[in-house]
C-alpha cells in the first residue's frame, strides 16, 4: 500500500527526513513513534503531499505521487486524514461536514452521502448528534467526527497525525476506541502517537524514529520488551521513568 524510497525532506538547512525507506503493506496498522522533533509528523504529511520532499520516491497503492500530470486532490481524495486539531468546519453541522465532501468529490447524491454518513456516526457512537454543530461537541466527539467525515471517502488508507493530543484526557480513551474498531476491520492505518498503550495493543509493526531515520522498526512486543537500538532504549526507559508524563 505504501513505499518510500530513500525519502529525503529539508526544511532550510535542517535535515527532517534523512534517507527514509519503508513499505507498509495493505491492512498493517503502523504506530510510527519517538522524541518531538524525531520527524514523525513529517513523515506522514509527505504520505499525502501536505509536505513535500527534496529526493527519493513516494507510491500509494503503486502510483508514484509526484508523478508528473498527478491530479492532487483527487489522490488526497482517496486518503483519509486525522489531524491534531479536529478541523471540522465550524459553521457546517455535523451531519453536513460529513456529507460535504463525497457529494462535491463523489458526485453522490445527497441522499446516499447522508445514509452512508449516519451509518459513520452510528458505528464512532455519535449518530444522535447528527444535526448538532461542532461548537456544541466535546473534544473527543469532534475528533470522532473527523474520522467518521474521514471515512465517509471510503478511501483505503487512514492517517493519524497525533490524533488524542489535543484531547482531555478522559476524552483519549473514545477515540483511541474507534481507531482499533478501525484496525480490527483491517483498515491500512498510519498513526503517529504518544500512546503508547495504543502502539502496544493496536499495532501490527512500530517505526521509532529519532533526528529524521527511522531507526528501529519491530513488532510492539519485540519494540516494548527487546529494543535494539540504543536510542530506542533511552526513550522507552525514559517514558517509563516516575517523573516521566503517563501514556
Known amino acids: ?19 527514509v525507506t519503508e513499505s507498509i503493506p495493505a491492512g498493517e496498522v503502523v504506530v510510527v513513534c519517538g522524541p518531538s522533533g524525531s520527524g514523525k509528523s513529517t513523515l506522514i ?39 491534531q486539531q479536529f478541523n471540522l468546519f465550524p459553521h457546517l453541522t455535523v451531519m453536513q461536514n460529513c456529507t460535504l465532501a463525497p457529494v462535491q468529490l463523489r458526485g453522490l ?9 449516519l451509518a459513520l456516526l452510528e458505528r464512532v457512537g455519535l449518530a444522535a448528534k447528527a444535526d448538532a454543530w461542532p461548537s456544541e461537541l466535546s473534544g473527543g466527539q469532534q475528533q470522532r467526527v473527523a474520522i467518521a467525515r474521514a471515512l465517509a471517502m471510503e478511501p483505503p488508507l487512514m492517517l493519524f497525525d497525533e490524533p488524542t ?3 482531555d ?12 474498531d478501525l484496525a480490527e476491520a483491517g483498515m491500512t492505518m498510519v498513526c503517529v502517537t504518544h500512546e503508547m498503550g495504543f502502539a502496544r495493543e493496536v499495532a501490527d509493526r512500530v517505526l521509532f524514529m529519532d533526528q529524521g531515520r527511522v531507526l528501529e522498526r519491530a513488532t ?10 540504543p536510542r530506542a532504549q533511552q526513550f522507552l526507559s525514559d517514558i517509563r521513568s516516575p517523573f516521566a508524563p503517563a501514556v
Open 109 to 117: 447524491s445527497r441522499r446516499e452521502a447522508q445514509e452512508r454518513a
Open 45 to 83: 504529511r509527505t504520505l499525502n503531499r501536505l509536505e513535500p520532499i527534496q529526493s527519493g520516491h513516494i507510491r500509494i497503492d503503486g502510483q508514484d505521487i509526484h508523478a508528473p500530470g498527478i491530479d492532487v486532490n483527487a489522490f488526497r481524495s482517496r486518503i483519509g486524514f486525522v489531524f
Open 220 to 229: 510492539p512486543d519485540d519494540f516494548f520488551n527487546r529494543p535494539q537500538h
Open 169 to 180: 484526557p478522559e476524552m483519549v480513551g473514545e477515540v483511541l476506541l474507534v481507531m482499533r
Open 165 to 167: 493530543s489535543a484531547l
Open 1 to 19: 500500500m505504501i513505499e518510500l524510497q530513500n525519502v529525503n525532506k529539508w526544511y532550510g538547512d535542517y535535515h527532517a527526513l534523512v534517507d
